[in-house]
């Protein structure tokens, strides 16, 4: 451009200051500089954000100093521990790539995501070594193993270097890292084929951080720095919804629960005053739902959760809300870093009365800043913003991913057109809020209409007993498809009882009447995915 | 990179929506599908953000019609207007440059910077055509007049074009601009010669309202979407703080004050439920000792502001405070876009008293996210943060200027090292909290040591019966340099009482004893620079 014709740089040092790069250590610095003494904790371990930036350098010159350079993918097989935070940053901020190994997926499916990554070391938690172990021969592209234990030293066959001793050497001198370089990488499971690979530059770790971090601080959630974090999203997931660099962006205190069981989390969040929480509705189901969980209650009042993975049903918000719990909606996927909008209170909303307010904080939300978002027809023409015309989803943002790693041919259907398309069904209503009423794939088309599975399964989780639901559609020779309802119980109820509530709100107007599943399936437990959420494809096959 | 080996973009478009640019663009698009209904507001004129958003893209069509092209430079001279707004956003978002011009130079100073900033198309209010119709054979390098006024049509004896007349067409299609395209530029006084441009990218713009917005949000300013902003520095001046486009990301009503008159002020606050302004200490000063305020006591109550230009000093936070108004400091220069800090509580103050907490967010306060901030030794060592040890501050950020237009022995001094070198002198105090002390150019270094003027002059303010001060320095045999204060009264004080009370701060260890100013001068008022900071250069002519 003509523009910059009196700028001449005179050297790469001055380009780099001129042109600040976006990168995971100017994000950390910046944090220090401001917040030197947030802790970030995990089990008995506490240290300060300085500490932790300290540990983070020496861990660093440590995978140096054992041959990792930058470009190298490294490897993480872990539960979310002090481990895992301190590679968050170290790994991209040598100029690697931080791959977060999904420990739910069956062995062979890791072993495939591992090699396709280019993985070239690897860090193992102790309890999963006996895996890797068993397909040794399998990893040799592997050039280095690093191990550990919570207690110190991991045993283990593998020739392997131990995590503590890569902590005992000097502070590394990190690189000033273009903005555009990769730093973390993962695989997100289709409903055919192999998990597909998708990867995230500084950049768009940075700009993600601070646009979610600036959606946050709004009404309802209005997170400050004297909130406590802890999220209940694994790290190997779509990096804890990119969680971590937010909390450090914002100055928040940092809880690592470690392997999700409920007591425990439940005692961390007495313990270290939690007040902030992130999750897919099926562990806040857990939460809520667990025998002990009154002994909590006075812990759990007033925080404040974010729900995403799936929509959040209304009788699951509501019930938190009994106890004094705020749960805000949220939407995104692996392919989007994964934040696009968050159900928090926009200018729309000054005037609403309450349960306007409420239905939009527990709907998908508004987009987050700098993310554009479509609600469109196949012709790519907007839908009416009435809350009812269903459309598809598309997007763009400043921090989607460029591909689908190795995979040209389903990067060019993604992103067709120019937008990313999310491939899922939503309205948007008068306020901008947008409502995910399905997955393509989850649709069910009835009669030659759609009917939103996730709106009935809000719907049917309002009816007093019932705890998760799921809809599915099944072939039907009439209608094309019909929906059958899953049910896990939460008390007494039966289908004469759903069916009566489900038949109140169709006289309301909120649902069709057409909607009503055709059968009732009660279940002792929902079918999960790697990541917590109700596995459709397994109920399908039940009922087939 | 080798990271990106596997990627192969198919098309401009495709590439542009994979590595989304960050510009003015998708900041005001992205604000308008958030918060579409949230207002503008000049005098009888009020536009939603979504009318707003229309009447840019009418405004671009017209500008182009009248042969406004990418990489022009476009020049303003007006107060803080409607039109004004609109331009913000439709010049750059055409991809043409924004020229601020300070309306307040002399004329001589205007013509200099308008031919330095290779101005092409001018824009002017029908108050300065006067002015420039005097001038008129200077500025044949212009070549398109645009004049407009209040009332409508503008008369003037130039071949100009009417601004409403541009609006009537259609819509522009702006294009997708890379995001290092250059958006504003304007000029700033240095202690000698001619002013200095400085210009900023759509990136710089972009990242800055968001770390703004994002510090914004922390108490005690907690600034949200409901909050209606009534900025009071002017639109010429580092682009009135960036706070234009700070509000749009925010979502907050953004209330144009025109030209800045007390009572019109107090009136709009009143009218509109201006809830958070921000200004240079003078304009605070202003208000708070106008006659009529105390009518206006009830609108004022709950007001946050942010103060900046010049340290905040204690006295008149304290008189704020007294009126149930927060004032929080801050700090930047024309240099750096210019926020860099805000006295915002970080993690640090949790638990402080609220001494602590009032000392800490009336100084410079800590740096916004992406703000690396170090207080520097001349050896580039960082000095102890121990609130004592004066430095230099020097910066590195994402929204510097790169440098100064057409001058690149000056952008070399400015830059050396790597480091922004802002030629303040300040401390850091162990929570992180920056005070600046001095401009190394106003500084008074007496008996070998310095005496930090703004520290002495917030310790002045305190007395009662002050209102404004300044501190300069006037040449000593015996030590080098003494201190001369000036007052300016706003009640019953004199020499001997500020002399008291002075002498009662140093018992208390405030301040050194050593500092205390030789003479005191009652002036009626102070003489001001044209962004409306007091003008020490005039000062020390008029004890020379």
Redesign the interface.
Known sequence: ????K???P?SL??R?????Q?NIK??L???V??????EVVYKDERYTLSQFRERVARLAQGLHDVGVRQ?DVVAVIDWDTMRYMELYFAVPMMGA?LHTVNVRYPPEVVLYTMKHADDSYVIVRDEFLPLIEKFKDAFSFVKGWIVYSDDGKARTSLEAHQYSDLLSGPKYDFPEL?E???ATMFYTSGTTGMPKGVWFTHRQL??HA??V??AG???PLAL???DVYMILVPMFHVHAWGMPYVAV?V???YVLPGKYEVPRILELIKREGVTYSAMVPTILYMILNHPGVKEYAQYLKGMRITIGGMALPRGLAAKAKEMGITTVGGYGLSETCPVLTIGV????L?DADEETKFRCSISAG??V?????RVVDENMNDVPHDGKTVGEVVV?????T??Y??D?ERT?RL?RG???HTGDLATMDQY?YVTIVDRESDSIKSGGEFIPTLLLESAISECPGVGEVAVVGVPDQKWGQRPVAFVVKSGEVNERVIRDHLARLVEQGRIQKWWMPDRFVFVDSMPKTSTHKVDKKELRKMIQ
């Open positions: 451009m003509l523009i910059i009196h700028f001449k005179s040092k001055r780099m200051a001129y042109d600040y976006l100017s994000l610095d910046s944090a500089s401001r917040n030197p003494n947030t470009g790539t273009p555009e370089t990769r940075v700009l601070q646009s971090a600036l601080r709004s009404d400050t720095q004297r962006t100055g928040s205190k209170y926009n200018a729309e000054k508004t987009p800043p700098l993310v554009e978002l763009r943002a400043p921090w989607l460029k591909e790693y190795k040209p060019e992103w120019g937008w990313l901008g």
